[in-house]
């Protein structure tokens, strides 16, 4: 009997050991979506939500007057 929970623990430890392993690894990876790249003019934005429908055309007009583009 103890043989055999001994067993059951090593493999739950092992596992448990994989899993903690493979999110540290993908946690400390490159992150592609929380960083702003800094080559970006406020211009370039500007026309990005324009494109993605996130402003209308008078509100990027008023903006890139303002922006001097």
Do not use: H
């Not at 001994?6 to 493979?22: C, E, N, Q």
């Amino acid at each position: 009997m103890g043989g055999g929970l001994a067993m059951v623990v090593f493999w739950v430890v092992v596992i448990a050991l994989v899993i903690l392993a493979a999110r540290w690894f993908s946690a400390s990876g490159p992150r592609r979506d929380t960083a702003m790249p800094v080559d970006k003019t406020p211009l370039q934005i500007l026309q990005e939500r324009f494109a993605r429908g996130e402003i209308d055309k008078d509100d990027y007009e008023e903006r890139r007057r303002t922006l001097g583009g």
